[in-house]
């Protein structure tokens, strides 16, 4: 027989009639004074409830000896052994307590913070509906209009469509610019193609937007080239103060990725420019300088599916957006409203790309079935068609004298066309890799062409000038800087690189 406390054979064994375990009668004893419980099943215990057993032959305590003997001292020990085991009982059975107690309190922990998580998503998703909802109601008509209901959609009527004072104020523009184009000389101080040929990496802006969705859409400059605005895959818009080499606010509210960010380019405002945004949440939102950042005035739902792409009209006063669901649509910008929505039964598989023309009275497309189509803004009619492309059309850009049409398609290929022959007069092949945009610089001088990495055309002669492979994604949106100083270029590395001359040479 052993002690179930102390492991060791009794001297006085007794069984407890609880448990039926054996003890030795003097530690049981003192666990019951101190505890009252059975140690080993917990039940209540009294010293009633212990039986002495009789062994056969019984173990004899030896008489008690005085210290300064080797019996007494081994009594002693004994004694000391009995109350350690004891005591090492007792801190095993408060360890166990204290685990489970442990467990139970990181699993009450965890629940509380996926509920807390589900709260916090359920929030933002509550304030990202109350935006909207704001951002309707923006647009809406006073509520204390006096007209009747009959009347007010009649006036509704009017102001929808391209009507003669839409029409009056293109054509004013129109006029405006082709006056001072056709006489126009190349800048003197703009950048020599000796220079370009020297382009590198002269800076670059790391890690923007999130890692969630990695990426850079799009990008665009505003008049004073210092703010660069820019479009993620992570459904926010970020403008970048260059002088600062700071993030100054993000734009958020999009539920998908954005698409297309553009500046509206007025430079009479001391508040700031206006900013568009477009997703494939099927929305464009207006966006106003505000007290801290910028707020979404107005949402322009004219379309059904994805939003590809916008354009700014050169009067500043509309805007032109196209969709996966094969309409392109023209829209005021003051008003917030939808002028129009044109439909073709030519197209679709949708538009991919827009631009405006210069001279803002014709319009050019790129669809999903490799068709580039030119429109007449006043009438919105199909005026012509470049084919030549056998992949979605990626990208287009009106170089700024109005004379040519740079146009690129998952093909590889950037097609040159020259708009007062209505031909294709000459082809960029790139043969590996792809091409997301092509861009010329405000003169016209230069193309540039980006995807699997960045090259630089000079028009005319179409030699290559430079190739420039510092990015670690695909570039996804170019733009030069003023007299073609520099290259600003945005891709799914979510880095803004800076291209240029050496200026340490």
């Known amino acids: 027989m052993f002690c179930s406390l102390s492991g060791e054979p009794p001297q006085e064994p007794v069984i407890s009639k609880n448990s039926g375990h054996v003890y030795e009668k003097k530690l049981i004893l003192k666990y019951i004074a101190d505890y009252g419980k059975d140690p ?48 090492t009982f007792t801190l095993k059975q408060q360890y166990q307590q204290v685990r489970q107690e442990l467990s139970h309190a990181l699993y009450q922990y965890d629940a509380a913070c996926r509920v807390i998580a589900r709260l916090m998503k359920e929030r933002d998703a509550a304030r990202e509906a109350l935006a909207n909802v704001q951002a309707h109601i923006a647009v809406q008509p006073p509520s204390d209009a006096t007209v ?122 001391d508040s700031g ?29 004219a379309h059904t599916s994805e939003v590809t792409g916008i354009a700014v009209h050169a009067t500043k006063d509309y805007l032109v957006s196209v969709s996966n669901d094969s309409t392109w649509a023209f829209h005021d910008i003051d008003t917030a409203q939808t002028l129009v929505t044109v439909e073709s039964n030519e197209v679709q598989d949708g538009y991919s790309t827009v631009e405006f023309h210069p001279d803002g009275l014709i319009l050019g497309t790129g669809t999903n079935d490799s068709v580039v189509r030119i429109w007449d803004v006043k009438s919105q009619q199909n005026v012509a068609s470049f084919t030549g492309h056998t992949g979605r059309v990626t990208s287009i850009s009106f170089s700024e004298n109005g004379y040519f049409l740079a146009t690129a ?97």
């Open 148 to 269: 009747s209901e009959a009347n007010a959609m009649e006036v509704e009527e009017e102001k929808k469509g391209v009507n003669d004072a839409v029409i009056e104020k293109l054509n004013e523009t129109s006029a405006n610019l082709s006056k001072g184009r056709k006489k126009r000389k190349a800048p003197p101080n703009l950048t020599p193609v000796d220079t370009i040929k020297e382009f590198e990496q002269i800076s670059v802006v790391p890690s923007l937007h999130t890692t969630s969705n990695p990426g850079i859409t799009c990008i665009d400059l505003d008049h004073t080239e210092n703010l660069i605005l820019t479009g993620g895959n992570d459904k926010k818009a970020q403008i970048f103060n260059r002088e600062r080499n700071k993030v100054e606010c993000q734009l958020k509210g999009h539920t998908k990725k954005i698409t297309d960010v553009l500046w509206l380019g007025r430079t009479d405002s």
């Open 273 to 301: 420019d206006t900013v568009f945004t477009s997703s494939a949440d099927k929305t464009i939102r207006i966006w106003k300088p505000a007290t801290k950042g910028y707020k979404a005035e107005s949402i322009l739902s």
């Open 409 to 505: 398609s998952e093909d590889n290929l950037v097609k040159l066309w020259d708009l007062r022959k209505l031909s294709n007069f000459h082809t960029l092949t790139i043969e590996e890799g792809k091409i997301n945009k092509v861009v010329w610089d405000y003169s016209g001088h230069y193309l540039a062409v980006g995807g699997s990495d960045v090259r630089i055309y000079q028009s005319k002669t179409w030699n290559e000038l430079a190739t420039i492979q510092e990015n670690t994604g695909d570039v996804t949106d170019m733009k030069f800087g003023e007299l073609a100083k520099y290259l600003v270029v945005g891709g799914l590395d979510r880095s803004l690189r800076f291209f240029g001359p050496n200026s340490t040479e």
């Open 40 to 87: 080993i099943d917990g039940q209540d215990l009294t010293e009633e409830d212990l039986l002495e057993i009789k062994a056969s032959p019984k173990t004899i305590k030896p008489r008690p000896a005085t210290l300064t003997s080797i019996p007494s001292l081994l009594s002693v020990f004994q004694n000391e052994w009995d109350s350690l085991m004891l005591e």
